[in-house]
């Protein structure tokens, strides 16, 4: 079946470092793929999406670029803040529109100044 | 964007009660809407899929009877845990709408029985 593979957290960086969160997934056809964050105490919000393969979804300086060729959609800043801490989350969906996410296991970050 | 709107956001419960949690479309209708638990340091598992006007399709493994789900009109699901034990404590989100470009979250419930 469908599977999203996220790498482990916790990530600990300080500021102004490069951040990388791997995501791997496993899919029968060509999902939507998303990166979803949880800020402390909040609900989860889309962070960036690509439909189709080689598409790059950017926001707010993350950045991530669908391979199919290594199913991988990993995250990407370049300059982490303070105020990017919090929970990643890593998914897919693949069918109809309104299908429900296959979610990855989710990746913390945090980040100190 | 699109709002949904989840209460409450936290319940502390005793244990044998039954708790009711309501996930509301603000701003349109949603004739589906995901219900998801999830457990500390895993995934959002989805539970079921909350269809307004007909019964919920559950997940294998997740028990129909003991998470009841109701969608009564295209603006609001509920999902009522039943008999809760402290195993059932979790954190609870559902989300509604979009596309297979996007799909809108609650805030999630944080549940905790005793």
């Known amino acids: 079946g469908n599977s999203v593979t996220q790498m482990e957290g916790p990530v600990t960086l300080s500021e102004e470092a490069f951040l990388t969160i791997n995501c791997t997934y496993t899919a029968t056809g060509y999902p939507s793929l998303f990166w979803y964050v949880q800020y402390p105490g909040e609900g989860l919000q889309l962070l960036l999406k690509?439909?189709?393969?080689?598409d790059k979804g950017s926001n707010k300086g993350f950045e991530a670029t669908y391979r199919k060729e290594t199913t991988s959609f990993h995250l990407e800043k370049g300059s982490v803040q303070v105020s990017d801490s919090a929970v990643y989350f890593c998914?897919?969906?693949?069918?109809?529109?309104?299908?429900?996410?296959?979610f990855g296991k989710g990746t913390t970050l945090s980040v100190s100044s | 964007g699109a709002v949904v709107s989840q209460h409450p956001s936290r319940v502390i419960c005793k244990s044998g009660t039954s708790v009711k949690i309501e996930c509301r479309s603000l701003d349109f209708q949603a004739t589906t809407m995901f219900w998801y638990r999830q457990f500390p340091k895993q995934s959002l598992m989805l539970m079921a899929t909350s269809n307004e006007g007909s019964k919920a399709t559950y997940e294998q493994g997740v028990e129909k009877d003991k998470f009841l789900i109701n969608h009564a009109s295209l603006t609001l699901s509920t999902l009522t845990v039943t008999s809760a034990h402290p195993e059932d404590s979790s954190f609870y989100i559902c989300?509604?709408?979009?596309?297979?470009?996007?799909?809108?979250f609650g805030q999630g419930t944080r549940l905790t029985v005793v």
């Open positions: 690509a439909t189709k393969a080689d």
């Open positions: 989300s509604a709408g979009g596309t297979n470009t996007e799909a809108f």
């Open positions: 998914a897919l969906s693949e069918g109809q529109a309104g299908t429900a996410l296959i």
